[in-house]
């Protein structure tokens, strides 16, 4: 790769990279902002930890996500080759992400054990807070679909230039990263890559946030709902439960069965053996693990 062309590529991944830091950034701002004007003109919304946890969606959803759709789409988008994908192809895929899902759970329970580990609050702790309203809008609708947008409409428009393992590895990662939560970066990160997957090979994000938004509501809202409710129905939650690991081992099957139709597109752009030093190695990356670490931070405080 020419010196030219490694400077402008590696300009275009830093863009990328630091569209979430000015989410993070525009998000803790406007909370503030929303936060004043609370105590001001409605100090009942901040009684309670749920008004607060409005204040923050709002703050998320109006403010930081849109900062950072603007900021990545100074990056110019590439023309994508598109394929399609049958209903059976995308239930064998969601299943897939069910086994993702359970895997990494596993991982970041098996690691939370560690003293000293930054786990941070999951979301049966953010469920414990929050009633259903605040879940089925902003965990189970809003929140995939901004995060659709942003992490697979458009990076993936912007990454598929490197081929599909290099868009589908850094999209996952960035994406798992967001996060800024250690309990869920490695399920994140799997479900990312699952993803990622579908939007390189059909260009069509609504198939992604359809799944994105089941895969929150069965395996957040819908055994919190059981499990946290006054009745404590463990019946329930249990036979949800036995569903959730029937799901993941169906997945786990269908990924050694189906991993040789696997299609990974190579991208136009040829990359050095360095390209993986210089995707990280960038401005725009310390920017963003710099973000993510001290939002880890705040969560545990």
């Known amino acids: 790769m020419e010196p030219f062309i490694k400077q402008y590529e ?15 950034a525009g998000t803790l701002l406007s909370l503030l902002i ?42 110019p988008a590439d023309p994508m080759e598109r394929f399609r994908m049958g209903a059976s192809d995308l239930i064998k895929i969601f299943l897939i992400c069910c086994f993702f899902m359970v895997a990494g759970s596993l991982i970041s329970t098996a690691l939370g054990t560690i ?14 807070q929050a009633g259903l309203p605040y879940q089925i809008i902003s965990i189970v609708i809003l929140g995939p679909l901004w995060e659709e947008i942003i992490f697979r409409k458009l990076m993936l428009d912007r990454l598929n230039r490197f081929g599909d393992r290099a868009a589908m590895i850094i999209s996952a990662f960035v994406f798992a990263a967001y996060h800024a939560n250690m309990q869920q970066f490695f399920y994140a990160f799997g479900v990312g890559l699952v993803f990622a997957y579908i939007y390189l090979r059909t260009g069509k994000v609504r198939y992604t946030a359809v799944m994105h ?6 395996y957040g809202v819908l055994p919190g709902f059981f499990l946290l409710s006054a009745e404590h129905n463990l019946a329930a939650s249990a036979v949800i439960g036995a569903a959730e690991y029937a799901c993941a081992f169906a997945g786990f099957v269908l990924l050694i069965l189906e ?13 050095p053996k360095s390209f993986p030093v210089h995707a990280v190695l960038n401005p725009g ?12 931070l705040l969560n545990r405080g």
């Open 213 to 218: 938004m089941l895969v929150n509501f069965l």
């Open 285 to 296: 990356m310390i920017i963003m693990i710099a973000c993510c670490a001290g939002m880890i």
């Open 115 to 128: 003293p000293g580990f930054p786990a941070g609050p999951g979301i049966d702790e953010t469920l414990q």
């Open 34 to 75: 929303f936060m004043g004007a609370a105590l001001l003109f409605a100090p009942a919304v901040m009684a309670d930890t749920e008004g607060f946890m409005w204040l923050e969606a709002a703050a998320q959803f109006a403010i930081g996500m849109p900062l950072c759709a603007v900021c990545m789409l100074q990056v």
């Open 259 to 271: 991993r040789k139709r696997i299609r990974l597109l190579k991208g136009w752009i040829r990359l």
């Open 10 to 24: 590696r300009k275009r991944l830093s863009t990328l990279y630091i569209a979430p830091a000015l989410m993070y």
